[in-house]
């Protein structure tokens, strides 16, 4: 069977067709009998459509450009499928879903793809076990729901919940692991999108970036075609042998946008007026994340799924489609965030499916020992609210909790080694915090984190940390007796 993935059709001069009917942007067209399903055609007037489906009464197809169009406008094939630049030189670079630049600088590059939006994703024999973790440079993530380098991972969280300052933050810590980083932008304002792009190409950010827009006002196709240009450019980089990180921000516009589509269409609603295949249109982009083989590049995608919600509501379709499509979710909160928590997760209504395996043993040990103190914290919070005399093993409890707590909070955009992690986690459960306060925590920390760095008289721990074999109790032993090259920490 001939592969439809190579296959070149050429465009035959003179071919035409016409406009017979037009509902906003959806065309109806009859003639151009050679054209294909994906190819770009073009009117008297520059305007661009996309060919979305090719029936008995003619050919649809979807307008790219803004404007008006009229019955009887003609239409010509311009290419077969769309063509794309694909290469570093986009790093750093604004583009449309078209690769036309966005950022006044400069033009891009001819073309020298074709853009395949309907490609299945690899199969199980082009995969790999998921073996790497994927750093975000937060302990809240990388030790307690850690994520894989592959892994889909759902970003949830209603406005003002802290999602976007967490996402700059994950791309500020990629300048120092190499990951080549795409965000596509799906039907935000613009305001949104100027401030999240000054911020990631800054020189705190990472211009190891390429960032694909369609902003809100844009016309619903070219917001639509942003998800599948991503993953696409993704592959691209994938095959290739990198590491990529791929942000979707946000796929409730998406599904917005595939629903005004497809009732313009004419097609039967379902649930919530979305199409019958609101799931496969979206999954199907999600399943060509992965971490694969050297059939197939030995590269890997690493998807972050941005989904803004209403306040706590997690059961609309769109909602439960993707997080069953997906490796796990990390739940953001707006009342942490507004009450200063940085990253704002919901530790205990997140969840990562994957991740876990990539640790090593001496932090998964320590996750597991974070985790049962904080649900001990809590515990014996609560009890304590009710006015009861607490012990003194429990006043010590409630101490460590909070001071972990402390450590799990950051600034945005400084990010953390995962050694640096261990460590300064690990010191919460020697006796270098009995008797002390949070706020002793709190002073104290980055005094902590500096000498965790540049003490060389504690590289062996650091060193330890790094290769995770030691197992979690032996490791805090070695940490109690190097306690006097922390001593210098002290402001009360």
């Not at 649930?271 to 590049?297: C, H, I, W």
């Not at 003490?455 to 074999?469: E, H, M, P, Q, R």
Request: hydrophobic share 40%; proline share 4%; glycine share 8%.
């Amino acid at each position: 069977m001939e592969n439809t993935r190579t296959r070149e059709h050429k465009v035959i001069e003179g071919e035409t067709g016409f406009i017979i009917g037009a509902k906003g942007y959806l065309l109806e067209l009859e003639g151009l009998p050679s054209v294909h399903i994906n190819d770009v055609i073009i009117n008297q007037k520059g305007k661009r459509a996309l060919v979305t489906a090719i029936n008995a009464n003619g050919v649809e197809a979807i307008l790219l450009d803004g404007g008006d169009t009229e019955l009887g406008d003609h239409f010509t094939i311009r290419t077969r499928g769309i063509r794309f630049f694909f290469g570093e030189e986009l790093f750093g670079r604004v583009i449309s879903a078209l690769g036309e630049p966005l950022d006044g600088g400069g033009a891009i590059p001819p073309p020298n793809n074709t853009l395949h939006l309907e490609s299945v994703a690899p199969g199980m024999s082009a995969r790999a076990l998921m073996k790497e973790q994927f750093t975000t440079g937060m302990i809240a993530t990388d030790i307690l729901i850690p994520l894989a380098k592959g892994q889909r991972q759902m970003i949830i969280g209603p406005l003002s919940s802290g999602k976007k300052i967490f996402l700059e933050s994950i791309l500020a810590h990629q300048k120092k692991t190499g990951v080549i980083c795409i965000y596509g932008f799906v039907g935000r304002p613009t305001s949104y999108v100027e401030e999240v792009v000054a911020r990631i190409l800054s020189e705190s950010g990472n211009k190891n970036t390429i960032i694909l827009a369609a902003f809100s006002d844009d016309p619903a196709p070219m917001i639509y075609l942003i998800p599948s240009v991503a993953v696409e450019l993704a592959e691209f980089f994938s095959q290739q042998g990198y590491d990529v990180l791929l942000i979707l921000d946000d796929l409730g516009s998406h599904a917005k946008y595939l629903r005004e589509i497809a009732l313009l269409s004419g097609r039967v609603p379902g649930r919530e007026s979305y199409p019958g295949d609101m799931f496969f249109q979206q999954a199907r982009l999600l399943e060509r994340g992965g971490y694969f083989n050297k059939t197939v590049g030995g590269g890997s995608i690493t998807i972050l799924a941005v989904l803004e919600t209403s306040i706590e509501d997690i059961s609309n379709l769109v909602s439960t489609n993707l997080i069953s499509a997906t490796d796990g979710h990390l739940f953001f909160s707006p009342l942490l965030r507004s009450e200063g928590y940085f990253p704002a997760i919901i530790s205990d209504q997140s969840v990562t499916r994957v991740g876990r395996q990539t640790q090593s043993l001496l932090a998964t040990q320590l996750s597991i020992r974070v985790q049962s103190l904080l649900s001990e914290y809590e515990r014996q919070r609560r009890y304590g609210q009710f006015g009861a005399q607490l012990s003194k093993e429990t006043r010590d409890i409630i101490a460590q909790g909070k001071i972990m707590y402390e450590f799990l909070e950051q600034e945005p955009m400084v990010s953390l080694s995962i050694e640096v992690q261990i460590v300064l986690l690990s010191l919460v459960f020697t006796t270098f915090f009995h008797e002390k306060e949070t706020v002793f925590a709190k002073h104290n920390r980055a005094a902590l984190v500096d000498a965790i760095h540049t003490n060389k008289s504690i590289a062996y721990l650091v060193a330890d940390a790094k290769t995770g074999t030691t197992p979690l109790d032996k490791f805090l032993k070695k940490l109690e007796s190097a306690l006097p090259y922390f001593e210098f920490v002290w402001q009360p």
